[in-house]
């Protein structure tokens, strides 16, 4: 993530503290720095994510479609998830000194019980979730909040470089492969279990898998924590003239801006065009077949100095995409959309993912404040994404009045990818020196 090989992060990377860098980013331990292979932590936290995942696509995917069939609010979806974004973002921020100075295993677990006690507590609600849409909201914003602080602080320790796109291919293709299995069983579970008991038997087996997950991340090794928690180093670091985040935190929140929206919106059109969730079901199955492929392919090939070609292809391409919609708003042109979406959105997200990171890695003192920077990180998505939910609450009343109220705040959003490509040019052109990028055999 900067300018070539004059770039400080190259320079770092290339030059003889090379191993000094290593050595601190995977927590003290060494290891091969020119391997883009994955070591057994590595793939322990991929299977604690990959069964979050299949929780997740189990039931999150129908939690939306659940509040919208008893509520028939579009409002309270949108609150719903406008209190998970800050509730989450506050609790990067108050968890981080917990994470930094304490056991950040511990703050993993938590993280995926709260996910659990969350289905669980719908469950026992019923109907009634909808009177307590921000208790819920808050609930389940704390649990992610303290599991995604953890896990990224523990994915960029035992992760470098070298084998960071591998990681984030792999998340990709796991959370690909929940998605193509899960929300199809769900759906059908719901179609052929009229009523609330489809319901009740997908927020029951989530919540036995997050206990699993639970279970299964005791396995990870706990990590030594090191330095005090700054509570505003991220203001500190934006004030710097010439900080290299002062372009990738406007990136993150254009990121955020896309998620915010799109992380539940996209199933609840196709549920009220096609009003089955066995349909919904299906759209995630294809949908997801797709973005697996992408993720293995994208996740397999792409090496660091081709990340600013992949995500300016995936940017405009998933951008364009969006125009689909204009013709009009059925099941056969949402599903265009998903699968276009599928197979590009990759080209952007593993790039981004992966060069932010590397920014975190860039130097050792940087390294040292992996905790800050992934607050840091994680403010930017939170921007983003109550930046979203604003803007469709802002449309909800003008909803009815045009068909081409929803295709436009779709592309309005849609359009973000492109403005975080942007943004980010100046970091993806100097992506870390590689021994495949020098090598003539590798091309």
Same mark, same amino acid.
């Given at each position: 993530?900067?300018?070539?090989?004059?770039?400080?992060?190259?320079? *770092?990377? &290339?030059?003889?503290?090379?191993?000094?860098?290593?050595?601190?980013?995977?927590?003290? #331990?060494?290891? #091969?720095?020119?391997?883009?292979?994955?070591?057994?932590?590595?793939?322990?936290?991929?299977?604690?994510?990959?069964?979050?995942?299949?929780? %997740?696509?189990?039931?999150?995917?129908? $939690?939306?479609?659940?509040?919208?069939?008893?509520?028939?609010?579009?409002?309270?979806?949108?609150?719903? %998830?406008?209190?998970?974004?800050?509730?989450?973002?506050?609790?990067? *921020? $108050?968890?981080?000194?917990?994470?930094?100075?304490?056991?950040?295993?511990?703050?993993?677990?938590?993280? @995926?019980?709260?996910?659990?006690?969350?289905?669980?507590?719908?469950?026992?609600?019923?109907?009634?979730?909808?009177?307590?849409?921000?208790?819920?909201?808050?609930?389940?914003?704390?649990?992610?909040?303290?599991?995604?602080?953890?896990?990224?602080?523990?994915?960029?320790?035992?992760?470098?470089?070298?084998?960071?796109?591998?990681? %984030?291919?792999?998340?990709?293709?796991?959370?690909?492969?929940?998605?193509?299995?899960?929300?199809?069983?769900?759906?059908?579970?719901?179609? /052929?279990?009229?009523?609330?008991?489809?319901?009740? +038997?997908?927020?029951?087996?989530?919540?036995?898998?997050?206990?699993?997950?639970?279970?299964?991340? =005791?396995?990870?090794?706990?990590?030594?924590?090191?330095?005090?928690?700054?509570?505003?180093?991220?203001?500190?670091?934006?004030?710097?003239?010439? #900080?290299?985040?002062?372009?990738?935190?406007? &990136?993150?929140? &254009?990121?955020?801006?896309?998620?915010?929206?799109?992380?539940?919106? @996209?199933?609840?059109?196709? =549920?009220?065009?096609?009003?089955?969730?066995?349909?919904?079901?299906?759209?995630?199955? +294809?949908?997801?077949?797709?973005?697996?492929?992408?993720?293995?392919?994208?996740?397999?090939?792409?090496?660091?100095?081709?990340? %600013?070609?992949?995500?300016?292809?995936?940017?405009?391409?998933?951008?364009?995409?969006?125009?689909?919609?204009?013709?009009?708003? #059925?099941?056969?042109?949402?599903? +265009?959309?998903?699968?276009?979406?599928?197979?590009?959105?990759?080209?952007?997200?593993?790039?981004?993912?992966?060069?932010?990171?590397?920014?975190?890695?860039?130097?050792?003192?940087?390294?040292?404040?992996?905790?800050?920077?992934?607050?840091?990180?994680? &403010?930017?998505?939170?921007?983003?994404? +109550?930046?979203?939910?604003?803007?469709?609450?802002?449309?909800?009343?003008?909803?009815?009045?045009?068909?081409?109220?929803?295709?436009?705040? /779709?592309?309005? @959003?849609?359009?973000?990818?492109?403005?975080?490509?942007?943004?980010?040019?100046?970091?993806?052109?100097?992506?870390?020196?590689?021994?495949?990028?020098?090598?003539?055999?590798?091309?």
């Amino acid at each position: 993530m900067e300018q070539g090989k004059h770039s400080v992060q190259s320079r *770092w990377y &290339a030059g003889k503290s090379h191993e000094k860098v290593r050595t601190f980013e995977s927590g003290g #331990n060494k290891r #091969n720095s020119d391997s883009r292979a994955l070591d057994s932590q590595a793939i322990l936290l991929l299977a604690v994510q990959a069964l979050l995942g299949i929780a %997740n696509a189990l039931s999150g995917t129908f $939690l939306p479609i659940y509040l919208f069939k008893e509520s028939g609010s579009f409002a309270l979806i949108g609150w719903f %998830n406008l209190t998970q974004f800050i509730v989450s973002g506050l609790t990067f *921020w $108050l968890a981080g000194k917990w994470v930094k100075q304490h056991n950040k295993m511990n703050s993993l677990r938590l993280g @995926v019980a709260l996910s659990g006690v969350f289905y669980f507590v719908v469950l026992l609600l019923g109907k009634t979730s909808v009177s307590y849409i921000v208790p819920l909201g808050m609930l389940i914003g704390i649990g992610n909040g303290c599991f995604w602080l953890a896990f990224n602080v523990v994915y960029f320790e035992i992760t470098e470089p070298g084998n960071r796109d591998r990681f %984030n291919g792999w998340a990709g293709l796991l959370g690909s492969a929940a998605g193509i299995i899960a929300p199809w069983v769900s759906g059908w579970l719901i179609t /052929m279990n009229k009523g609330e008991r489809g319901y009740s +038997i997908i927020f029951t087996v989530s919540a036995i898998i997050f206990a699993v997950a639970v279970v299964l991340s =005791f396995w990870l090794k706990k990590r030594e924590s090191s330095g005090t928690y700054e509570w505003f180093h991220g203001f500190r670091i934006l004030r710097e003239r010439g #900080n290299r985040w002062r372009f990738a935190v406007p &990136a993150i929140i &254009a990121q955020g801006v896309r998620e915010g929206v799109f992380m539940f919106f @996209v199933g609840l059109l196709v =549920f009220i065009a096609t009003k089955n969730e066995g349909k919904l079901g299906n759209f995630s199955l +294809i949908t997801s077949l797709m973005a697996l492929v992408s993720f293995w392919l994208i996740g397999r090939f792409l090496k660091p100095h081709r990340r %600013n070609m992949a995500m300016m292809i995936g940017s405009i391409a998933v951008t364009s995409i969006v125009a689909v919609l204009f013709m009009t708003l #059925n099941y056969r042109t949402l599903l +265009i959309f998903g699968l276009g979406t599928a197979l590009f959105m990759p080209l952007y997200v593993i790039p981004m993912t992966s060069a932010v990171f590397d920014l975190i890695g860039s130097d050792e003192d940087s390294a040292k404040q992996r905790e800050e920077f992934v607050i840091l990180r994680e &403010a930017g998505l939170t921007i983003g994404r +109550i930046i979203g939910v604003t803007a469709y609450l802002s449309v909800l009343p003008f909803i009815d009045s045009s068909k081409y109220v929803v295709p436009s705040l /779709m592309l309005a @959003v849609g359009a973000f990818p492109i403005v975080g490509w942007l943004l980010m040019r100046p970091l993806l052109r100097a992506a870390p020196v590689d021994k495949e990028r020098a090598s003539p055999s590798r091309g």
